[in-house]
């Protein structure tokens, strides 16, 4: 499976995968369990985040830790090509922090074992070891784990509000392609059709969009409806300069469609195999704790893990 959508994704600099919820990093009780793991311990520990993005969950380890006197040695992995410092233009004072965690890009979990050759006494991982090939990643992460070593991650709750939402955008998307949004914008930033053809075929595609009331409350279907409309109404001189626009605005939404599938199909993963966690004992770990997570003591925002090796 292609990685790009999450490279371009981690390359523009966010921290987290979820933005829009987290301004920083995460906070309050996903913070607090990272807390709770980390009291565990007294004494100086090697530790691997696996499916780490940017970082979020091993920068903010590595935070917690100093909070507690504990010295951490962070190693963090990600099967995409990723670039931490990026998230430096909107986060300068990370820069300690991330200067103290060995990044490892490129590097699929279910085979992590070729690039790493040191064992860990915690293995951590939020909102990304569910994406990955359970079986072989499970043998990947006993093999790195130490003897007595935990293996504790966080994982997507597949019926919360987030994965309805993304349910309701990918209708939008769908809706798009089908007034062939898409393609009209990749035949004008390709120079395929002219700007009077251009409009024309904007023009139908937008009073295609008006059919679809149910959508027009819906941030997603109107940023789309309004940068169309803004495209349609520009001088043919000033709309010849926006070729480029134009392609990175239909790839940005790719790409954002790419990974909200992601999302959804390991939602449908979670649902239509409710233990597949058990994975990770069949490859010899033994699970220890499980439970849900209430951000803000209102909605589910995960489910917490914790195995260990016997």
């Given at each position: 499976?292609?990685?790009?959508h999450?490279?371009?994704?981690?390359?523009?600099?966010?921290?987290?995968?979820?933005?829009?919820?987290?301004?920083?990093?995460?906070?309050?009780?996903?913070?607090?369990?990272?807390?709770?793991?980390?009291?565990?311990?007294?004494?100086?520990?090697?530790?691997?985040?696996?499916?780490?993005?940017?970082?979020?969950?091993a920068?903010?380890?590595?935070?917690?830790?100093?909070?507690?006197?504990?010295?951490?040695?962070?190693?963090?992995?990600?099967?995409?090509?990723?670039?931490?410092?990026?998230?430096?233009?909107?986060?300068?004072?990370?820069?300690?922090?991330?200067?103290q965690?060995?990044?490892?890009?490129?590097?699929?979990?279910?085979?992590?074992?070729?690039?790493?050759?040191?064992?860990?006494?915690?293995?951590?991982?939020?909102y990304?070891?569910?994406?990955?090939?359970?079986?072989?990643?499970?043998?990947?992460?006993?093999?790195?784990?130490?003897?007595?070593?935990?293996?504790?991650?966080?994982?997507?709750?597949?019926?919360?509000?987030?994965?309805?939402?993304?349910?309701?955008?990918?209708?939008?998307?769908?809706?798009?392609?089908?007034?062939?949004?898409?393609?009209?914008?990749?035949?004008?930033s390709?120079?395929?059709?002219?700007?009077?053809?251009?409009?024309?075929?904007?023009?139908?595609?937008?009073?295609?969009?008006?059919?679809?009331?149910?959508?027009?409350?819906?941030?997603?279907?109107?940023?789309?409806?309004?940068?169309?409309?803004?495209?349609?109404?520009?001088?043919?001189?000033?709309?010849?300069?926006?070729?480029?626009?134009?392609?990175?605005?239909?790839?940005?939404?790719?790409?954002?469609?790419?990974?909200?599938?992601?999302?959804?199909?390991?939602?449908?993963?979670?649902?239509?195999?409710?233990?597949?966690?058990?994975?990770?004992?069949?490859?010899?770990?033994?699970?220890?704790?499980?439970?849900?997570?209430?951000?803000?003591?209102t909605?589910?925002?995960?489910?917490?893990?914790?195995?260990?090796?016997?």
């Amino acid at each position: 499976m292609s990685k790009n959508h999450w490279t371009a994704y981690w390359k523009s600099g966010v921290l987290t995968s979820l933005p829009a919820d987290f301004k920083v990093n995460y906070d309050g009780e996903l913070a607090d369990y990272w807390l709770s793991v980390l009291q565990q311990y007294d004494q100086e520990i090697t530790t691997l985040d696996v499916c780490t993005g940017n970082g979020a969950v091993a920068i903010l380890v590595k935070q917690l830790a100093q909070q507690l006197d504990l010295n951490i040695n962070m190693t963090a992995v990600d099967a995409s090509d990723i670039k931490p410092a990026s998230i430096l233009n909107n986060f300068p004072d990370m820069q300690d922090v991330i200067n103290q965690i060995d990044f490892i890009g490129n590097c699929l979990i279910e085979n992590m074992c070729e690039k790493i050759n040191s064992k860990f006494e915690l293995i951590v991982s939020q909102y990304g070891i569910e994406y990955c090939e359970t079986e072989p990643a499970a043998q990947n992460i006993v093999k790195l784990l130490k003897e007595k070593g935990k293996f504790v991650f966080i994982s997507h709750a597949p019926e919360t509000a987030m994965m309805a939402y993304m349910q309701t955008e990918e209708q939008v998307y769908q809706v798009l392609e089908d007034v062939k949004a898409f393609e009209i914008l990749h035949q004008f930033s390709n120079d395929k059709t002219t700007v009077n053809g251009f409009k024309i075929k904007l023009k139908a595609c937008l009073a295609a969009m008006s059919l679809h009331a149910a959508y027009r409350s819906n941030a997603l279907f109107n940023t789309w409806g309004n940068t169309l409309s803004q495209l349609l109404n520009m001088p043919n001189a000033a709309l010849k300069q926006q070729r480029i626009k134009a392609k990175e605005f239909s790839q940005q939404y790719e790409f954002a469609r790419a990974r909200a599938n992601d999302m959804l199909r390991v939602s449908d993963k979670l649902l239509n195999d409710p233990k597949w966690y058990q994975a990770f004992e069949r490859a010899g770990l033994t699970l220890i704790n499980q439970g849900d997570i209430r951000y803000q003591n209102t909605h589910n925002v995960g489910h917490f893990y914790e195995f260990t090796k016997d």
